[in-house]
């Protein structure tokens, strides 16, 4: 297997060819999803399905920062809730003309007259758009560059984005006249003349988020193959050695959690789409947390495994608390316990290991041991296998 | 090359008033293999952090190649040409020998060079080259974690020369080697030394022995002497606080007896 990596075109070539086939299961998947699902399944899990698959957005970004680069943001909520909030404010803002008013209704409601400044470009909805990726981008990045110039690391800034929760999260419950304090961005009308609740409209939404979340895999896969994924791995296993040789982590680091970030804007707007309400409650840390389980569950540093934790545990999330109410934070706590301390690297992981060699016994072949390259040419070794068996 | 590559004057690095590095003063010239020997706690592994830049001198000069490395970062000063190797080998346990070669070689070491510059042919020839030198040809595409320690300490100092340094600052570097395993990391070194200057710290005396022509020793954050390695040895300074106790755990013979 060495022979091949040795010879560069060997490599180009079977990368490329792995490359194409990957893509074609995205693809496949992807059609699956938008053409079979909603044959299959009803409305309201369609719908289910459609929150999950944005939720996958975010735990992709938070597998970028946490599983590939290792550090645990426990803030997320924050950067979802911002992507939610800019579309949300669009939303607001599609006042029929012939309304005496044009203002959201909630702003009546406190007495205010005149639309704030900052609602203003959000009458447009490439502003808005924009604001989806880049406001959670660049608090990220600022937020970032500050820490991690700092080296500020480990616990201290998983605790650190803890309390940009707490602060945002108070911050927005204050705010009544300008953005509905509590109560939060809802009751959406139309976008683009469409009725937002509308089924139809829903398809083209769950459509849309199929599409960006394979877009948002694409460019994971992006950056974390290469010599950007090595580096960020390099920096998650050692940063001094990545400093000793040469490159400044800062940078890296401010890059990625700002990618995540958007990632995390681009989910909170698709979600808010399909449950049509954004509030506070989006930046509740219970929520950030839960993020940062699905990707455990599924596996760290695996972009599939993201995707499919958070398919997982949100599906097992909605079926138990229907069926048993009192029992899903137990369910959710113990899972977590369970990935902790037997799957540290989630169920893709834990496939990635095991699997292959599960694989093999049950189509009755022996199970593969990994060894040295050399012990397959050793003739002695060869000779005991033979003969004496594994 | 000629002129020194390393100055330092008056140096002084202290921690909550204790001064790891007491006003020392150094120099090396370039194309040396220097060693630096002295007992535990005289300031040898600050005397690399203080190179490097992971920690700051409070007084003194410090010029590489004729400039002033006090206020610039460790990654900028490992650009300029400084290497260092860790005490304990550090690779890139979840990467390949292969690809942790290729980080350390790659030129752009710059954010956007690194996502969007396809790696050139030159540095692949590079890597294999390396991957030849330090003799891990057949174990390039296995993750490093399965390497032995002492295939783990030829990797980092091949990390090194993949960032073509000008100086070379290794730590300890057969600390829990074999016999073998330290021959054969003392060969490498000297072949190394033909084209970079380098700076070895080490306690093992034979090895010590087997690649350096100058010594120096630290005692207490400053040198204490310096020389071959017979000068130091009967220097009585450093037999008092280092060769001289006969319980010490060093493999030095008995001063009183011929070396060599």
Redesign the interface.
């Known amino acids: ?2 022979v091949h ?2 010879e ?1 075109s060997g490599i180009n070539w079977s990368k490329r060819k792995a490359l194409l086939i990957e893509a074609a299961i995205v693809a496949a998947v992807a059609l699956l999803l938008i053409f079979i699902v909603p044959a299959v399944l009803s409305g309201f899990r369609l719908n289910l399905l459609g929150r999950f698959l944005a939720l996958a957005i975010v735990a992709l970004g938070i597998d970028l920062i946490w599983g590939y680069t290792g550090l645990l943001s426990l803030g997320h909520g924050v950067f979802f809730a911002l992507g939610g909030y800019a579309l949300a404010m669009h939303l607001k803002l599609q006042i029929p003309p012939e309304s005496s008013i044009q203002l959201p209704e909630f702003m009546t409601l406190y007495g205010v007259t005149e639309l704030p400044w900052f609602w203003q470009p959000f009458y447009s909805f490439p502003f808005a758009a924009l604001a989806v990726l880049l406001i959670p981008a660049i608090m990220a990045g600022l937020l970032g560059y500050l820490v991690f110039r700092n080296r500020i690391r480990g616990v201290y800034f998983s605790i650190l984005t803890q309390a940009m929760t707490i602060i945002f999260f108070n911050f927005f419950n204050g705010q009544q006249q300008l953005i509905n304090g509590t109560n939060g961005l809802t009751d959406f009308k139309t976008l683009f003349g469409a009725t937002v609740s509308e089924p139809s409209t829903q398809f083209v939404i769950y459509a849309i988020t199929v599409l960006l979340l394979v877009a948002a895999y694409a460019l994971c896969r992006w ?1 974390t193959s290469g ?2 994924g ?2 960020l ?2 920096i998650r ?2 940063e ?2 990545v ?7 800062t ?2 680091k401010v ?1 990625v959690f700002a990618v995540s970030g958007a990632l995390a804007g681009v989910a909170g707007a698709l979600f808010t789409l399909q449950t049509g309400i954004i509030s506070p409650k989006a930046m509740d840390i219970a929520f950030s947390i839960e993020m940062v389980i699905w990707v455990a569950v599924g596996g760290r540093a695996s972009l599939v495994g993201a995707i499919l934790g958070t398919l997982l545990v949100n599906f097992a999330k909605s079926l138990l608390s229907e069926q048993f109410p009192d029992v899903w934070l137990f369910f959710q706590g113990g899972l977590f316990l369970l990935v902790v301390l037997v799957l540290p690297d989630g169920f893709v992981g834990l496939l990635r290991t095991q699997g292959i060699n599960f694989f093999r016994t049950l189509i009755g072949r022996r199970r593969r041991s990994s060894t ?3 012990l397959e040419e050793d003739a002695q070794v060869q000779y005991e296998r033979q003969n004496l068996g594994d | 090359m000629n002129g020194k590559i390393l100055e330092i004057e008056n140096l002084t690095v202290s921690f909550d008033g204790f001064r790891a590095l007491n006003q020392l003063n150094f120099s090396m010239d370039a194309g040396e293999l220097r060693v630096v020997i002295g007992p535990n706690g005289a300031g040898k592994t600050t005397f690399l952090d203080v190179i490097t830049g992971k920690v700051k001198s409070t007084v003194g000069h410090l010029l590489f190649k004729g400039r002033n490395l006090r206020s610039i970062p460790e990654h900028r000063i490992a650009r300029l040409g400084i290497g260092r190797k860790f005490q304990t080998p550090r690779v890139y346990l979840n990467l390949t020998p292969r690809e942790n070669l290729e980080l350390s070689c790659n030129r752009n070491k710059n954010v956007v060079a690194t996502l969007f510059r396809q790696t050139p042919s030159s540095e692949r020839r590079t890597v294999s080259g390396l991957l030849e030198t330090i003799d891990l040809v057949h174990k390039a595409d296995l993750t490093a974690a399965l390497l032995s320690h002492g295939e783990k300490q030829r990797l980092e100092i091949g990390m090194l020369v993949a960032q073509s340094p000008d100086l070379l600052l290794v730590d300890e570097p057969v600390a829990g080697l074999t016999d073998e395993e330290t021959e054969k990391i003392g060969d490498l070194l000297l072949a190394l030394a033909e084209s970079h200057s380098i700076i070895v710290i080490e306690h093992d005396m034979e090895f010590v022995r087997q690649i350096a022509n100058k010594v120096t020793v630290l005692h207490q954050g400053s040198v204490l002497c310096e020389g071959s390695m017979d000068e130091v040895q009967h220097d009585p300074r450093v037999i008092e606080v280092y060769l001289g106790t006969p319980e010490a755990d060093y493999s030095v013979p008995p001063i009183h007896e011929p070396i060599l």
């Open positions: 297997m060495t990596a040795i560069p950056l010599r950007f090595r580096l791995m390099a296993d050692d001094s050695r400093r000793f040789s040469g490159y400044d982590p940078s890296f890059l040295y390259p050399s």
